[in-house]
């Protein structure tokens, strides 16, 4: 078992909030974690898969059932295809707020879930879980196999290749082309959805015009916006927005569009193994989507992400916003022995970041400025990211 960053943060939150969620996309380890949790608690749980039909007729008097178990700390498995559990939940948290009594599970952001943001404000905390990070790979897997494989634990942990392609394939049929209508209950087709899936792939990286999207599936745009936020909400994508250091400078104000996982990345572009990602056009992009991802998971919760483009080429992949200033301006580079274009100098001068970097897969850390280092990602990760 891959022991998880956020256990040990998720036991403190039970200590404190009555309810503690942990959401994150299907098969991420949800399940396992919390039930990983519940194994070191001092008092044996009361684990409820909402999904399994035993499991829900136990709640068809959910008030009733729940208080029975008052004493326990109560596990709710994908508690959103149960949404009226959430008006159950506020009163019986509010008749005896005690910490610890509900860890719940999710597969998607509160602000799609009806009721889970309202109905349990303040009495609730939240978790994301995302695939396991480069900050928890086991000493035996390298960087090159979790980028490759993407950070699911049974893609990453597939005993071979082809096993983890078998894995990712059936996710995307399972999951992508089926599941997340029945999770946000609505109705697009299997094509439609693989359709746009492969473009967003081969897109990936670049800047989101809806519109582009629109025409190419023959639907209409705020469908293509739609269908984007049911992919964010349920953190399969990331919309990465622009940072405007000065709103009169002309600057690109549309956002860019990675897919989160490098393995689902690497699978909806048919590539099969990491030689054949090497002489792909898509390699640049799926590092630097990896990157940000991996970057994303560490940071603390008052560091934002962003990245900054100007029409007359000043740019910066990444920009790291705490306190509404720029706490890093990050450059990401393939190639371990490339340095920095006018560009991104131009950027640094228009963003003044506190410091810069140039991230590559390998290499030592150096400067090569003032306040400019060029280093590897697992170095920044290890020894950078703390000082931000």
Same mark, same amino acid.
């Given at each position: 078992?891959?022991?998880?960053?956020?256990?040990?943060?998720?036991? !403190?939150?039970?200590?404190?909030?009555?309810?503690?969620?942990?959401?994150?996309?299907?098969?991420?380890?949800?399940?396992?974690?919390?039930?990983?949790?519940?194994?070191?608690?001092?008092?044996?749980?009361?684990?409820?898969?909402?999904?399994?039909?035993?499991?829900?007729?136990?709640?068809?008097?959910?008030?009733?059932?729940?208080?029975?178990?008052?004493?326990?700390?109560?596990?709710?498995?994908?508690?959103?295809?149960?949404?009226?559990?959430?008006?159950?939940?506020?009163?019986?948290?509010?008749?005896?707020?005690?910490?610890?009594?509900?860890?719940?599970?999710?597969?998607?952001?509160?602000?799609?879930?009806?009721?889970?943001?309202?109905?349990?404000?303040?009495?609730?905390?939240?978790?994301?879980?995302?695939?396991?990070?480069?900050? $928890?790979?086991?000493?035996?897997?390298?960087?090159?196999?979790?980028?490759?494989?993407?950070?699911?634990?049974?893609?990453?942990?597939?005993?071979?290749?082809?096993?983890?392609?078998?894995?990712?394939?059936?996710?995307?049929?399972?999951?992508?082309?089926?599941?997340?209508?029945?999770?946000?209950?609505?109705?697009?087709?299997?094509?439609?959805?693989?359709?746009?899936?492969?473009?967003?792939?081969?897109?990936?990286?670049?800047?989101?015009?809806?519109?582009?999207?629109?025409?190419?599936? !023959?639907?209409?745009?705020?469908?293509? *916006?739609?269908?984007?936020?049911?992919?964010? !909400?349920?953190?399969?994508?990331?919309?990465?927005? =622009?940072?405007?250091?000065?709103?009169?400078?002309?600057?690109?104000?549309?956002?860019?569009?990675?897919?989160?996982?490098?393995?689902?990345?690497?699978?909806?572009?048919?590539?099969?193994?990491?030689?054949?990602?090497?002489?792909?056009?898509?390699?640049?992009?799926?590092?630097?989507?990896?990157?940000?991802?991996?970057?994303?998971?560490?940071?603390?919760?008052?560091?934002?992400?962003?990245?900054?483009?100007?029409?007359?080429?000043? $740019?910066?992949?990444?920009?790291?916003?705490?306190?509404?200033?720029?706490?890093?301006?990050? $450059?990401?580079?393939?190639? *371990?022995?490339?340095? =920095?274009?006018?560009?991104?100098?131009?950027?640094?001068?228009?963003?003044?970041?506190?410091?810069?970097?140039?991230?590559?897969?390998?290499?030592?850390?150096? =400067?090569?400025?003032?306040?400019?280092?060029?280093?590897?990602?697992?170095?920044?990760?290890?020894?950078?990211?703390?000082?931000?």
């Amino acid at each position: 078992m891959i022991n998880r960053r956020l256990e040990k943060e998720i036991v !403190g939150l039970l200590k404190t909030f009555p309810c503690v969620a942990i959401l994150g996309p299907r098969q991420v380890g949800k399940t396992t974690l919390a039930k990983k949790i519940a194994g070191g608690m001092k008092n044996k749980a009361l684990f409820l898969d909402v999904e399994r039909p035993s499991d829900r007729i136990k709640l068809t008097d959910a008030e009733s059932y729940l208080k029975a178990h008052a004493g326990q700390c109560i596990i709710l498995d994908e508690i959103q295809f149960m949404p009226d559990l959430f008006n159950v939940l506020r009163p019986l948290i509010d008749d005896h707020r005690r910490p610890g009594r509900f860890l719940i599970t999710g597969s998607a952001s509160p602000a799609l879930v009806r009721g889970l943001s309202e109905s349990l404000a303040g009495r609730i905390a939240y978790m994301e879980l995302t695939p396991v990070g480069i900050s $928890e790979l086991p000493n035996h897997f390298s960087m090159q196999h979790h980028w490759f494989t993407g950070g699911f634990p049974l893609a990453l942990s597939a005993k071979t290749n082809n096993k983890t392609v078998e894995w990712l394939d059936h996710f995307i049929k399972s999951y992508v082309e089926r599941d997340l209508n029945q999770l946000f209950q609505i109705s697009f087709s299997p094509t439609l959805i693989r359709n746009f899936w492969t473009m967003i792939a081969f897109n990936n990286g670049g800047l989101l015009n809806a519109e582009n999207y629109a025409r190419a599936l !023959g639907v209409t745009g705020p469908t293509i *916006n739609r269908y984007l936020d049911y992919l964010e !909400g349920a953190f399969l994508i990331r919309k990465l927005l =622009p940072w405007h250091t000065n709103l009169n400078k002309r600057l690109v104000k549309s956002p860019k569009l990675y897919i989160r996982d490098s393995g689902l990345l690497h699978r909806l572009a048919g590539i099969d193994r990491f030689e054949t990602l090497q002489g792909n056009l898509l390699i640049g992009a799926s590092w630097e989507g990896y990157v940000i991802e991996q970057i994303s998971q560490v940071l603390s919760s008052g560091i934002s992400l962003f990245f900054y483009r100007t029409h007359d080429g000043a $740019e910066m992949d990444l920009v790291l916003i705490k306190n509404n200033k720029v706490s890093a301006a990050i $450059e990401i580079k393939l190639n *371990n022995n490339a340095l =920095p274009e006018k560009g991104f100098y131009e950027a640094i001068k228009a963003l003044s970041p506190f410091t810069s970097y140039i991230l590559t897969p390998a290499g030592e850390t150096f =400067p090569i400025g003032k306040n400019i280092f060029h280093c590897s990602l697992i170095s920044f990760i290890k020894m950078e990211i703390g000082k931000l």
